[in-house]
């Protein structure tokens, strides 16, 4: 099944989630890598594009994935899970949604601003146009650090999310991680 029920995630969903999930945690790993100082400054700028491809690529993944969400069934809460669990599952997937749009929409406001004018190619295929952003250093600053702290929340975001998923799965042992591993129950 690729869309959703009411009692299941779809493949869709689930390809979609885990697509992202994976991209964004190389690309927080590639983020850490390629601004040390004692980097090759030519397999540096190799890294910045890799960076700037995944991160368009997340932030094409990320809008079909609300897409996706808005156009399928709502997919109801996982059984016994408590009123607080569902309102704090609920507000982290809508963040973990926001901000993987957002960090890759920054990254290219970094590039948009820079005084260097460095064109972002598409694994080195597709010339991506700059947004129509004033160039200045002081944009450049400021949408680097609107770009790093998203990255830093999204990063503990995603730990909180995997940490919770994985207390389900160990301690409360409810199957929860199924949900977004099959679309389809496993055996008993």
Request: glycine content about 6%.
């Amino acid at each position: 099944m690729i869309g959703n029920s009411r009692e299941r995630f779809g493949s869709g969903t689930i390809l979609l989630h885990w697509l992202i999930a994976v991209l964004m945690v190389g690309l927080i790993a590639l983020g850490f890598v390629m601004v040390r100082m004692e980097i090759d400054p030519g397999l540096q700028f190799s890294l910045y594009q890799w960076h700037k491809s995944f991160g368009l690529t997340v932030l094409a993944l990320a809008l079909l994935r609300i897409f996706w969400r808005l156009t399928n069934a709502k997919t109801a809460a996982a059984p016994g899970l408590s009123g607080m669990e569902i309102r704090a599952a609920w507000l982290a997937h809508r963040l973990l949604l926001v901000l993987s749009v957002a960090v890759p929409l920054a990254g290219w406001a970094i590039a948009s601003t820079s005084t260097l004018a460095i064109p972002t190619l598409l694994f080195d295929r597709v010339l991506i146009p700059h947004l129509p952003m004033q160039k200045s250093s002081e944009a450049e600053v400021m949408w680097t650090t609107v770009h790093l702290v998203c990255a830093y929340g999204l990063a503990a975001l995603v730990l909180l999310h995997a940490a919770a998923t994985l207390y389900h799965q160990l301690f409360k042992r409810d199957r929860l991680l199924w949900r977004m591993i099959r679309s389809k129950e496993p055996s008993q």
